[in-house]
């Protein structure tokens, strides 16, 4: 690894003025989980790190309120799993967590890095996105929000401009929508998914209202399956619905082949995982696989 100088700036606001959106070889860093491997591997060599963990400590916090959860982008992962407000107010994320790497990954990761490193295979972004989730971004002009779907540009590329931070995330309350997560992998249960798919369901039994479904790491970035959301729609669920919609999201997906598996191998597991979150919704059941 070679040398980098490290600056720990004590809020936010000095941290976004440290970066420099021309040189990206000055990043900022959070929990480092991602950045450090990436560092060993000599895919990045950074000139200057600046790290978020002495910034304001409302961006390692979260809060509840009628609308939903504010989430700090510095908060840990382990501490939205064990959150008490997560588990009431967002049940699918807390479900999520519990198969998202392993207890040392989650307990040093965050939710800023988990969004902003941009790999289609992590489990939050899915999830976040079929939630409604926006964020707060801070910038040298200011803040603006950006709904967690509007962030990925491409594989591993977002729309952040280099110097803007995450600051938080605001969840909408999953409220009466029914929810699933199918996390599918080729190795242990807490391992990268060869497949993500996140279905966040507003129903009337199983007649459809509206629909969020989102698919991850068999794409080049998390997608909505916008076409498949609109099969759906206002429809009751029945098998052949089911096969109907596996179908309609292999259609509007692009694949990507990976150590996971092959482009044909994905588009199989699409037509059956689809199926099974949109299922699992309606019937609150999550699945790993
Ligand atoms: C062994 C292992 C297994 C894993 N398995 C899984 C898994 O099964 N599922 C899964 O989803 N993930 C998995 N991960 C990935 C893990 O979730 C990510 O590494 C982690 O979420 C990144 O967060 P971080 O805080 O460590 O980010 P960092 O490594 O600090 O940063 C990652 C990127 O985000 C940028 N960044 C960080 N914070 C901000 C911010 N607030 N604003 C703007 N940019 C920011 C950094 O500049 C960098 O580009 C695994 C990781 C490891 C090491």
Known sequence: ????????????????????????????????????????????????????????????????????LKIGAMTALGMLE????????????SRTLRTLSNVRVRNVATVGGALAHGDPHMDLPPVLMALGAVMTVVGPNGERKLPVEELFAGYYETVLEKNELIAEVHVPAQGTRKGAYFKVTTGS????????????????????????????????????????????????????????AGEAAVAESEFIADVRGSVPYKRELMKVYVRRAINGALEGKDGLH
């Open 82 to 93: 064990r959150s008490a407000d997560v588990k009431k107010v967002t049940p699918l994320i």
């Open 189 to 244: 249960a807490d391992d990268w998914p060869a497949l993500g798919v996140a279905a966040v369901i507003e129903a009337d039994g199983k007649t459809v209202k509206n629909a969020r479904i989102v698919a991850s790491a068999a794409t080049d970035k998390a997608t909505r399956l916008k076409a498949t959301e609109a099969l759906i729609n206002g429809k009751t669920v029945t098998d052949a619905l089911l096969k109907e």
């Open 1 to 68: 690894m070679i040398p980098f100088e490290l600056s720990e700036p004590t809020s936010l606001a000095a941290a976004v003025k440290l970066l420099n959106p021309d040189d990206p070889t000055i990043r900022p860093i959070a929990g480092g989980t991602a950045l450090m491997l990436m560092m060993k591997a000599g895919v990045f060599n950074p000139e200057k790190l600046i790290s978020l963990r002495k910034i304001e400590s409302k961006y390692s916090s979260i809060s509840a309120d009628a609308s939903g």
